[in-house]
C-alpha cells in the first residue's frame, strides 16, 4: 500500500509566489525524499532528507520533516514557469521491511503561471 | 553516462500476448526496480532487486516476471497481457534502494488491447 500522500493534490499559482506541498506517511521510516516528473518525462531526485534531519534545503527548495507527526514539506520559493510539474514524495518501510523499496505517494499536480 | 535506458518507449499489444520491457544501467548500481504509473494512483511498485541473482515482489507483483543475471540489466517480463496492465512504466536503480537518489529511466508507455 502507498505510504506518502500529497496534500495538496494540485496547486496553481503565480510566478514568483512560494509553493508549498505537504506529504503525510504512516510508517516508521529511514529515509524521504521528493522528486519531481515533467509531463512525459521520469522522475527526477529533488533532495534526500533522513530521520535524524528536521531541516534541508537546496537552491530555492527547503524540506522539513517531522516525524512525531509523520509528515514533511517542501517550500519552493520564488517560483518559475519551469517548476511546473508534478511532485512525489517517497518513503523507505523504516525498520519493518528496511530500505531497499521505496514507496511513492500519488503525486501533487503544480502549475505556475507566468 | 546514459544512466537508465528503458525499451522500447511505446508499445501497443493484443490481450494475451506476451513481451519484455528492458532496462539497463550503466551506474553500476546494486538495486533496481520496475514501477508502474497509472492516474491518479502515482508510482506502484512492480518487482524489486537488490543485486545479481536477487529479486523481490512489490505491491503489484502479479502477471509480472523479472530477472537479474547481470547487475547492468533488469528486464521485466508480460506473461499474458491483460487491457489492466495499460500502464506507463518505469525502470530505476539506485546504489543501495531507499538509502539513496534513485535514478529513474524515461518510461515506456504500453497499451493492451
Known amino acids: 500500500s502507498q505510504q506518502g500522500e500529497e496534500d495538496p493534490q494540485a496547486l496553481s499559482i503565480q510566478e514568483g509566489e512560494n509553493a508549498t506541498m505537504n506529504c503525510s506517511y504512516k510508517?516508521?521510516?529511514?529515509?524521504l525524499q521528493w522528486y519531481r516528473q515533467n509531463s512525459g518525462r521520469g522522475l527526477v531526485h529533488l533532495i534526500l532528507i533522513r530521520s535524524n534531519e528536521r531541516e534541508k534545503h537546496s537552491g530555492r527548495l527547503r524540506v522539513t520533516l517531522d516525524t512525531s507527526k509523520k509528515s514533511s514539506s517542501l517550500l519552493i520559493t520564488a517560483s518559475r514557469a519551469a517548476d511546473t510539474a508534478s511532485y512525489f514524495c517517497a518513503t523507505d518501510e523504516g525498520s519493518q521491511g528496511g530500505s531497499e523499496k521505496l514507496v511513492f505517494g500519488k503525486g501533487m499536480k503544480l502549475t505556475v503561471n507566468p | 553516462n546514459a544512466g537508465v535506458t528503458q525499451t522500447p518507449k511505446f508499445q501497443v499489444l493484443k490481450t494475451g500476448q506476451s513481451m519484455t520491457l528492458q532496462c539497463a544501467q550503466d551506474m553500476n548500481h546494486e538495486y533496481m526496480s520496475w514501477y508502474r504509473q497509472d492516474p491518479g494512483m502515482g508510482l506502484r511498485l512492480i518487482h524489486y532487486?537488490?543485486?545479481?541473482?536477487?529479486?523481490d515482489q512489490g505491491e503489484v507483483p502479479n502477471g509480472y516476471n523479472v530477472s537479474r543475471s547481470t547487475t547492468e540489466d533488469f528486464p521485466l517480463r508480460l506473461l499474458s497481457a491483460a487491457p489492466s496492465q495499460t500502464s506507463v512504466y518505469f525502470c530505476a536503480s539506485s546504489r543501495t534502494g531507499g538509502r539513496n537518489t534513485i535514478y529513474f529511466g524515461e518510461g515506456s508507455w504500453l497499451t493492451v488491447v
Open positions: 510508517t516508521s521510516i529511514n529515509n
Open positions: 532487486s537488490v543485486g545479481a541473482g536477487i529479486t
